[in-house]
């Protein structure tokens, strides 16, 4: 019984041989090729090279599934997280105005890596052939650290992101509005007029962001300029915020629309 088993397993080797050397020529004409490398194994690489730049530059669309459906990885998290924040926001100029731009895919999001706070919002306006906006596109950059802080359960950073959601989505209703032209944002202040043009932008923003905070008990968290709405002295807290940002001359013509 035994010399019948030996016998048996003698009389496969060679096969077994055959099918192992097959298998690792194949491994090895695998491992040769780059095509055969899949996409994620290259990834977490090419993630880590794009946290040396400020803002990521690679557009984050709205994910097709549910949230609980998409990916486990961080930025997946991030994302889904942030749309439901932007669908569940107090306030009708986000969930309402902005949000249905951002999923349609005319507004883009960007993540800003490192410990920046604040968001952007850049337009890009669609024109007919005689130069009229005929529809409002852009993107709008969000600190991605303030973002993940916010999903982990931090209540700062969570009303702190409704507030900067909420400041972009003022200034994308600037736009689209037309009470003020793209190139207050887009491009450098070069007159008087731009200069004062780029501070009532702004001042309308940080506004609505303190009424807002005000109306939730959240304005302590912009206590640096949110402990009045006083004009006057709403305007000087303001200023003394936003003038240190500037390295041209635009708050010297801010402080003489100041004391108009």
Same mark, same amino acid.
């Given at each position: 019984?035994?010399?019948?088993?030996?016998?048996?397993?003698?009389?496969?080797?060679?096969?077994?041989?055959?099918?192992?050397?097959?298998?690792?020529?194949?491994?090895?004409?695998?491992?040769?090729?780059?095509?055969?490398?899949?996409?994620?194994?290259?990834?977490?690489?090419?993630?880590?090279?794009?946290?040396?730049?400020?803002?990521?530059?690679?557009?984050?669309?709205?994910?097709?599934?549910?949230?609980?459906?998409?990916?486990?990885?961080?930025?997946?998290?991030?994302?889904?997280?942030?749309?439901?924040?932007?669908?569940?926001?107090?306030?009708?100029?986000?969930?309402?105005?902005?949000?249905?731009?951002?999923?349609?895919?005319?507004?883009?999001?960007?993540?800003?890596?490192?410990?920046?706070?604040?968001?952007?919002?850049?337009?890009?306006?669609?024109?007919?052939?005689?130069?009229?906006?005929?529809?409002?596109?852009?993107?709008?950059?969000?600190?991605?650290?303030?973002?993940?802080?916010?999903?982990?359960?931090?209540?700062?950073?969570?009303?702190?992101?409704?507030?900067? =959601?909420?400041? *972009? $989505?003022?200034?994308? @209703?600037?736009?689209?509005?037309?009470?003020?032209?793209? !190139?207050? /944002? &887009?491009?450098?202040?070069?007159?008087?007029?731009?200069?004062?043009?780029?501070?009532? =932008?702004?001042? *309308? $923003?940080?506004?609505? @962001?303190?009424?807002?905070?005000?109306?939730?008990?959240? !304005?302590? /968290? &912009?206590?640096?300029?949110?402990?009045?709405?006083?004009?006057?002295?709403?305007?000087?807290?303001?200023? *003394?915020?936003?003038?240190?940002?500037?390295?041209?001359?635009?708050?010297?013509?801010?402080?003489?629309? &100041?004391?108009?």
């Amino acid at each position: 019984m035994r010399r019948n088993q030996t016998r048996s397993k003698t009389s496969f080797a060679p096969l077994i041989l055959v099918v192992a050397t097959s298998i690792a020529i194949v491994i090895l004409m695998g491992m040769g090729s780059p095509s055969t490398i899949p996409g994620s194994a290259l990834a977490p690489a090419v993630v880590e090279a794009s946290r040396t730049e400020d803002v990521l530059e690679s557009i984050v669309r709205p994910a097709r599934t549910q949230p609980h459906e998409t990916s486990t990885s961080s930025l997946d998290l991030n994302q889904a997280f942030l749309w439901e924040v932007l669908q569940a926001h107090p306030k009708k100029e986000v969930y309402d105005v902005l949000w249905p731009r951002i999923a349609s895919g005319d507004i883009s999001i960007k993540w800003i890596y490192g410990t920046h706070a604040d968001g952007h919002f850049r337009p890009a306006p669609v024109e007919d052939a005689d130069g009229h906006m005929v529809n409002l596109m852009g993107s709008i950059s969000i600190p991605l650290d303030l973002v993940d802080r916010a999903r982990r359960g931090d209540s700062v950073r969570i009303a702190y992101l409704h507030i900067v =959601l909420l400041h *972009e $989505a003022v200034h994308y @209703e600037q736009i689209a509005s037309g009470r003020f032209s793209p !190139d207050v /944002i &887009l491009k450098e202040a070069a007159t008087p007029e731009e200069c004062v043009a780029g501070w009532q =932008l702004e001042r *309308e $923003a940080y506004e609505r @962001e303190c009424r807002f905070a005000m109306s939730v008990g959240q !304005d302590w /968290i &912009l206590r640096s300029y949110c402990t009045t709405l006083e004009p006057e002295a709403f305007d000087r807290n303001l200023f *003394e915020v936003l003038q240190p940002r500037r390295t041209d001359n635009c708050p010297t013509f801010w402080m003489a629309e &100041l004391r108009k």
